[in-house]
């Protein structure tokens, strides 16, 4: 835990007591913070006072006491409109900040130097995160790795020299982190997201924009318009800007051609790292999440050397395009993260022959969007609720049956895959929900392991979910 001595002897309320809400509380009390704490759950508000977080109503506090206010980022503090605590807060004239913004201060207070990175974007940010940690962590640094890709930031350890912090961010949390100043920070790419809580396209630019604004070093990608205004715009301010691209060469920073990154500089340009053969690195989103790595590492001082160790041992997230076991030539990949079509299409366009496991719950649009992709398919195998649509859509564009279930289309495909002499891959990548027939998506990518795991003469790149 990081405890938050910048409130040390003042008082903070908190709204939102989920798993980072609870962990951000107990931060701030161990810090010496004398913290109120409320949830609209129930729940929530008894769970926090039986580990010892003073919980009250926050109608009844007196604002005008309060240091600050520390909101979840699940709660809206613009769109569709503020939450009524932020409305009290504003009203005070309270600042209103998040967990972020907290482990910011704590950074700048106790080791400013301590390298930082944080990573946001539309699309990419969690593999990019990952990719990042585990490049540290292979060359030997003491790496920590949190926020919005699982592991609250304040759970983490402490901040001191030479403790390196790897924190993917939101455009929620980056609403709530005023200051936020990374040693590097990335900002891959933007496409319309979230608008319900943001309400335009431009306000949550603006938002994102904050993040690499606010970086020693801003890493941007160049590959669409609003991105490429942000690069230009912070340059102008002043900020060092490095670009990347996963289809275009860049003056100042890493480019794609084809699986090679090449680094610019100057004028001069080398190649830096070459993805071929990496299987959890394939694909051109893959390209730019990599771009974005390697050159975030280099702006904290890794060499070339440990940056391209870090990539061939890079493992891949789970659930996200990852190569979990190979037969032959055949390649069985859990993609369960991709949720609808426009999350399917990256592993779509990553293989060239493709046995592809899909459906589930659908959702709206199906895969008309994907039918570019359909000549990579050698069959699908479809599943769920979604299947007789989808199955419409293929028509005769694509051979298909209706499996049912996803333990028969893991044997079906399987064996249609076997007799393959050229490199084919057998994939989970759904384009659906899995609520029809999983809890979540990553019950529906452990039961796909689980499956190829049960199939014959298959070698596991990873190990199978344990059982209780």
């Known amino acids: ?68 206010f ?13 939450h009524w605590t932020v409305d009290l807060a504003r009203a005070a004239g309270v600042e209103i900040i998040g967990d972020v913004e907290l482990f910011v201060r ?18 990419g940010k969690s593999t990019t995160t990952a990719l990042i940690a585990h490049i540290l962590t292979e060359s030997g640094r003491d790496t920590q790795l949190g926020g919005n890709i699982g592991t609250a930031v304040l759970t983490l350890d402490e901040p001191k020299a030479g403790r390196f912090y790897v924190v993917e961010c939101s455009s929620y949390q980056i609403d709530l982190a005023p ?18 809580r943001h309400g335009t396209m431009q306000h949550y630019a603006d938002v994102k924009e904050r993040l690499v604004a606010g970086s020693d070093t801003a890493i941007v ?9 942000i690069a230009d715009r912070i340059e102008r301010a002043g900020v060092t800007v490095k ?31 070459d993805l071929d053969g990496i299987e959890t690195l394939k694909g051109a989103h893959n390209a730019q999440n990599a771009a974005a790595a390697v050159s975030a590492c280099l702006a904290v001082g890794l060499s070339a050397e440990e940056i391209r160790a870090g990539l061939k041992s890079f493992p891949g997230l789970k659930h996200r395009m990852q190569p ?15 949720t609808n079509a426009e999350a399917a299409a990256p592993a779509l366009s990553s293989y060239e022959r493709i046995y592809w496991i899909a459906g589930g719950l659908p959702k709206q649009g199906g895969i008309v969007s994907l039918a570019p992709l359909f000549p990579r398919i050698v069959k699908a195998y479809l599943i769920g609720e979604a299947a007789p649509a989808f199955a419409a859509t293929l028509g005769e564009s694509v051979r298909y049956e209706i499996s049912g279930t996803l333990d028969q289309a893991v044997a079906h495909a399987a064996a249609d895959a076997d007799g393959d002499a050229i490199a084919s891959a057998v994939m989970l990548s759904p384009a659906c929900a899995s609520f029809d027939q999983f809890r979540n998506f990553e019950v529906r990518g452990d039961a796909f392991v689980e499956f190829v795991a049960g199939l014959q003469n298959v070698t596991m790149l990873v190990e199978t979910a344990k059982k209780d």
């Open 1 to 68: 835990m990081i405890p938050v001595t910048t409130f040390n002897g003042k008082d903070v309320a908190l709204f939102g007591l989920g798993g980072s809400g609870l962990a951000t509380a107990q931060a701030l009390v161990a810090g010496g913070a004398r913290v109120t704490a409320w949830d609209d759950n129930p729940d929530s508000v008894t769970k926090a006072g039986e580990a010892g977080i003073t919980v009250a109503d926050l109608h009844q506090i007196d604002w005008g006491k309060q240091a600050a």
């Open 70 to 82: 520390v909101l979840s980022p699940g709660v809206p503090l613009t769109h569709p409109k503020p």
């Open 106 to 123: 704590e950074r700048r207070t106790h080791a400013p130097d301590c390298p930082f990175i944080a990573i946001t974007g539309t699309n």
């Open 179 to 196: 200051t936020l100043n990374p040693t590097a920070g990335i900002l891959l790419n933007l496409t319309p997201d979230h608008l319900d």
């Open 221 to 229: 990608g160049v590959d669409d318009s609003f991105c490429t205004l």
């Open 243 to 273: 670009r990347i691209s996963k289809r275009s060469p860049v003056a100042d920073g890493i480019y794609a051609e084809g699986s090679r990154l090449i680094r610019a500089t100057g004028g001069a340009t080398e190649e830096i790292a």
């Open 324 to 338: 979990v076991g190979r037969r032959g030539q055949v390649v069985f990949v859990n993609d369960s993260k991709a």
